[in-house]
């Protein structure tokens, strides 16, 4: 019905950069937001970053100015450019989206995508 697909995870230094990308795909009516969450091993799954269809954007504190998280309203899709990578960021990476399915009035469900690996080595 709806599919979330995550890609641009990988293995990268200590400060460097990565591009995580997004794309909701399949009956979507709205998105009303797309998000980034992270889990670490053995560490519970944390939110990172947010983007609201109105251009609005949050931060988790730990990536703020590291971070930027940008939506692509017209192609359903979103991405994370992160920047001065710390061995600390390294996680699956998942995206999240609450949307409107088509024909299924102004309920918002909630889906996510399968997870990328990012992995910072020191």
């Known amino acids: 019905q709806v599919q979330l697909v995550e890609s641009g995870g990988g293995l990268v230094q200590a400060g460097g950069s990565q591009r995580l990308s997004c794309v909701a795909s399949?009956?979507?009516?709205?998105?009303?937001?797309m998000d980034w969450y992270r889990q670490a091993p053995g560490k519970q799954r944390e939110w990172v970053a947010a983007a609201f269809t109105d251009g609005r954007t949050t931060y988790l504190d730990s990536v703020k100015g590291r971070f930027t998280i940008s939506r692509d309203n017209a192609k359903n899709s979103a991405f994370l450019q992160m920047s001065s990578l710390k061995p600390e960021d390294t996680a699956v990476y998942y995206c999240?989206?609450?949307?409107?399915?088509?024909?299924?009035?102004?309920?918002?469900?909630?889906?996510w995508g399968q997870g990328t690996q990012v992995t910072v080595s020191s």
């Open positions: 999240h989206a609450q949307l409107i399915v088509l024909n299924e009035g102004s309920r918002s469900r909630d889906f």
């Open positions: 399949g009956s979507i009516f709205h998105i009303n937001v």
